[in-house]
């Protein structure tokens, strides 16, 4: 198309106001609900400008670009506030029109007054790929924008202008992370370290990340369960005209897939259902003078939720309310009139099944009247009722004093209480998982010899190692006592974390050993009757069961079927002619009910690199092998579910 038709194709566009707003949610895990919706523009259906890349070309090559940019806010608010869209909206801006005097002038605000929007509902999303050259002006712009109420967000991260330096100096509420890092990110350990790098900054800034573009199942639950905050793309929901206020079925299922969480104490993880407190609403369509009614017949009162049918749309707060009722005239002029002109349009909203960890990180990044407002509590996006921030804190106080009850005092890792604790629900909850339990070997003479300051290194090292290794987010570390730990795994990784673990203790203790190693892996020390030998070094015993739903009733059985699997590391690991810095890991395989029949009927060793320690070691930093000593156990069972043993 010529210049000059594209000129004048977009000329009319804009004046006759053809430009169309489509919308697309944006996911909030922790309320499990919407947080808001993007604005997109299409064109004229028929026209080849319809689509936005085309139609924001052809307005840059007629010098329109500015022009356009304000015709699309304008008719994205004005359909946003048409269509009564719940939540924030998400309004693109780019660098060159953020500057704009009629974005700096007021006249947006303006149009935001005659809706009846509140400036903190609007999201400015810096966008396009386009270099960067005022940056000064751009900081001073948003300080601006930040001034009036409005939110900030940094589109693309990773792409074109949105660096590391401009969330430095920006600082922006939301970071949405390019789609080229999400879509595939269940599958592909770069994008996760990238991810999860950019996560840790957003912590750092109390920013909230959307992860933009995801279309599969599988990325949406990595997601989810990395921790990310939000989620946007066609799996979530795709940009509409008229888009559907409630999560999709196929959302729904994918948000209940869950695994088990965790508790610093291992009891019943506390969730937002616990804060509930049942309060009648509001319906949006109720007078100011009616909700005023309500606040003086109950002195108690401090806020009051809006709904919409079932849905929650907003609160009004008691003191904001007087406030305004007390000016001149307001009562006689705003009485009558909707309690939405007074709410508070983007209230905190967190679902039935938030935990009071996410509770408290939503509060701590959210603005500060929140602390006062406190949250709507939702189940399935619907009304149930509202809680409170001091609530949150005295329920967070509860679980630590509990934690530190029952914290081992050299690790303050959970002792045996919650540990039998977290395994009760797991049965519970009929959660397939896998305990093991792991014993340093010839601790004692090493304990002897070197004193206790020296063994409480030891176990402390081995604590830290397993935290470190295991995936905290869904296993469950317990210190049963001196040189015994427990770890209940959800990971399905979990045998070559433990595999890891045995290695990385054996390069520890050569590391600590030193100088001071003797032969294969020893010291000299005084046996029990002051004879001078040669001890063995520290090494690692783990024994492991597998425990599917129905196999055990209660902790009791889980703990004595994996303290025979531990006996049998042990044994393997004595079968040995030597010892090197390093451990032995037994894997019983069987049902836990069969694992004595399975010890009696013997066990396999196999060399310590199979796939599952291959695929271990790809995905962490690689950890030097100890040399293997002495012969292979000659083999026991041979069929499939027959336990088998490794040694490093």
């Not at 840059?60 to 719940?86: I, K, T, V």
């Not at 509770?359 to 603005?367: G, N």
């Not at 009304?383 to 081992?408: C, K, P, W």
């Not at 044994?571 to 836990?592: D, I, Y």
């Amino acid at each position: 198309m010529p210049l000059r038709d594209q000129a004048n194709d977009v000329g009319r566009i804009i004046r006759e106001g053809l430009l169309h707003p489509v919308f697309q949610p944006i996911l909030d895990f922790r309320a499990h609900a919407y947080l808001g919706f993007e604005s997109l523009i299409r064109g004229p259906a028929s026209s080849p400008l319809h689509l936005p890349e085309q139609l924001f070309a052809a307005a840059r090559s007629a010098g329109l670009a500015s022009a356009l940019e304000h015709a699309c806010r304008e008719a994205s608010l004005r359909a946003f506030d048409h269509l009564g869209l719940p939540g924030r909206l998400f309004l693109n801006v780019t660098p060159d029109c953020l500057l704009d005097d009629r974005l700096m002038n007021g006249e947006t605000c303006r149009l935001l007054n005659e809706l009846g929007i509140a400036a903190n509902r609007v999201v400015i999303e810096l966008t396009e790929n386009q270099q960067v050259t005022d940056l000064p002006g751009i900081h001073e712009g948003l300080l601006h924008f930040r001034g009036r109420g409005f939110q900030i967000a940094i589109d693309d991260l990773g792409e074109g202008f949105a660096n590391l330096r401009m969330w430095s100096e920006v600082r922006p509420e939301f970071v949405k992370i390019d789609k080229h890092f999400i879509h595939g990110i269940a599958d592909d350990r770069m994008k996760y370290h990238f991810v999860r790098a950019m996560q840790d900054l957003a912590e750092i800034c109390n920013a909230s990340i959307v992860a933009e573009g995801i279309e599969r199942c599988e990325d949406f639950a990595f997601v989810r369960d990395l921790g990310i905050a939000c989620a946007q793309g066609y799996f979530v929901a795709g940009p509409a005209t008229s888009p559907d206020r409630h999560l999709s079925p196929t959302v729904v299922q994918a948000l209940a897939r869950k695994q088990l969480a965790l508790s610093p104490a291992g009891a019943r993880m506390a969730t937002a259902i616990d804060l509930l407190r049942p309060l009648p609403p509001a319906p949006l369509e109720a007078s100011n003078e009616s909700v005023m009614a309500r606040f003086e017949a109950d002195t108690e009162l401090d806020v009051l939720p809006v709904v919409r049918g079932d849905l929650p749309v907003g609160l009004i707060n008691r003191h904001t309310l007087f406030e305004r009722f007390a000016r001149p005239f307001h009562r006689e002029l705003y009485g009558r009139a909707s309690c939405a002109q007074f709410m508070d349009h983007a209230p905190l909203v967190v679902d039935q099944q938030a935990t009071a960890q996410q509770l408290a990180t939503m509060l701590a990044l959210a603005p500060k009247h929140h602390l006062f407002d406190g949250f709507i509590i939702t189940g399935e996006g619907k009304y149930l009722g509202v809680g409170n921030s001091h609530d949150v804190m005295a329920m967070i106080t509860e679980m630590q004093i509990s934690a530190a009850r029952y914290a081992n005092p050299l690790t303050q890792l959970p002792g045996n209480v919650p540990i039998n604790e977290h395994i009760d629900r797991m049965l519970a909850a009929s959660k397939d998982f896998v305990v093991a339990y792991l014993d340093v070997d010839a601790f004692k003479p090493y304990n002897d010899t070197y004193g206790y300051r020296r063994g409480d290194d030891v176990i402390q090292i081995l604590g830290r190692m397993i935290c470190q290794t295991v995936n905290q987010d869904i296993d469950f570390v317990g210190h049963i006592g001196g040189d015994d730990f427990f770890v209940v795994f959800q990971s399905t990784d979990w045998e070559a974390r433990c595999w890891e673990i045995v290695n990385r203790f054996g390069e520890a203790m050569s590391r600590i050993g030193g100088a001071n190693c003797h032969g294969h892996g020893g010291y000299m020390a005084e046996n029990r009757k002051g004879e001078l030998v040669s001890q063995a070094w520290p090494t690692l015993s783990v024994g492991a069961v597998r425990v599917n739903s129905g196999d055990c009733d209660s902790h009791r059985e889980v703990a004595a079927a994996v303290s025979v699997a531990k006996k049998e590391a042990k044994k393997a690991g004595r079968s040995l002619p030597g010892k090197l810095p390093g451990g032995c890991v037994f894997v019983e395989r069987r049902r836990s009910g069969q694992v004595e029949d399975a010890r009696l009927a013997g066990s396999r060793l196999k060399p310590c690199s199979d796939a599952a320690a291959r695929q271990r070691k790809e995905e962490c930093p690689p950890i030097p092998s100890s040399p293997k000593v002495g012969a292979e156990i000659p083999p026991g069972g041979t069929t499939r579910e027959s336990t088998r043993t490794r040694i490093v």
